[in-house]
């Protein structure tokens, strides 16, 4: 088999916010930084450390997803609601339930939402794109088949 082959595809995946599972189209801005302080040691000018600093910023992910009517869950994606059971995002294989991928956080809020420029002379789906900031995204990578 071709190493091609066992390449997840971006394609499939699952979401889950405050433990409802939820659907989007697209997911953007999957990450986590870490912030250092650079030190230079006394006396030694060729040395150099570098501490972890306190986070001073919040991560940002970005969920887009075409809006329906009649839809309840997604409405309570407004700014400032808090997901405190967490954020989970799967990447799932083509076939089979065990998820290639998983970025997890452990809090969250929604800190913007923003819909696309409503255009008469266009047919499209209206989209909406939700940004939630978050303390850093734990990330597990399935190796079984690996």
Known sequence: MAMQDNLAKRTKFKVVLNGVPLGFSKISNISATMEF??????????????????????????LEYGIASGELLRTTLTAGSVLNMGIVIM??????????ATYEADW????????????????????????ISHTGLNETVNKIGL
């Not at 990447?91 to 290639?100: F, K």
């Not at 255009?119 to 989209?127: C, E, K, M, T, W």
């Open 37 to 62: 302080e650079t030190v230079t040691e006394g006396g030694l000018n060729d040395r150099v450390h570098y501490l972890q600093k306190p986070r001073q910023t919040l991560d940002k992910l970005v």
């Open 91 to 100: 990447v799932m294989p083509e076939s089979g339930m065990i998820p290639t």
């Open 108 to 131: 969250g809020i929604v800190t913007k939402w923003e819909i696309d420029t409503l255009d008469a002379l266009d047919s499209g789906p209206v989209i909406k794109r939700v940004e």
